[in-house]
């Protein structure tokens, strides 16, 4: 049994590593019958023996190579499928923060219409035939929902439609400075 027969059978090829590659080539390199010159053991082109033993390294060689090509063919497949599901991974992601932003701003966008709707029906109300404790209390309602109700990301930002479409622009703004940065060879 050669040294590549014995390499054969000693790794399976789904455990092909990088340094099984190394050990192979080092074999194919030091190989004596590969690498030798006729000149120094004196046998001629018609030597049978030699030249069957050349053959079946040669099978062997061919074989521990389509192998290879083979593993690494199913690892590339692998891997585009790996970066294929990263990219749908991605996408999902993407997805969801947009779906979500969009239900936050327009939840408190439906939230101030509420309150407006609110305001609006505590005016048309008739309330001059209400004694003084219901018209009191009627008042502080009023007074206490004229002003909208704003909820708020920060400090001075409202959350509502107009806010998702500023902040809809300043993000397409600043993606499309990246994408003319790219295009114009900037630094990215």
Not at 45 to 54: K, P, S
Not at 89 to 99: D, G
Not at 147 to 175: D, E, M
């Amino acid at each position: 049994m050669t040294a590549f027969e014995e390499k054969e059978n000693a790794a399976s090829p789904r455990q092909c590593t990088v340094s099984q590659v190394d050990w192979f080539l080092e074999l194919m390199e030091e190989d004596y019958h590969l690498n030798f010159e006729m000149d120094d053991e004196g046998l001629s082109t018609y030597d049978h023996m030699y030249q069957a033993h050349i053959y079946s390294n040669l099978v062997d060689i061919y074989h521990y190579q389509f192998e290879m090509l083979r593993i690494v063919r199913e690892c590339t497949e692998s891997l585009t499928l790996k970066i294929g599901d990263i990219w749908l991974i991605c996408i999902a992601i993407i997805f969801i923060y947009a779906l979500s932003v969009t239900v936050l701003f327009n939840s408190c966008e439906i939230c101030e219409n509420l309150q407006t709707e609110f305001y609006n029906s505590l005016c048309n109300m008739t309330w001059f035939f209400w004694n003084q404790q219901n018209k009191r209390i009627y008042l502080f309602m009023l007074m206490n929902s004229q002003q909208a109700i704003h909820l708020y990301i920060s400090f001075n930002v409202p959350v509502n439609r107009k806010s998702l479409l500023l902040y809809i622009r300043n993000t397409y703004g600043f993606l499309n400075f990246l994408y003319q940065l790219n295009i114009s060879g900037g630094p990215f």
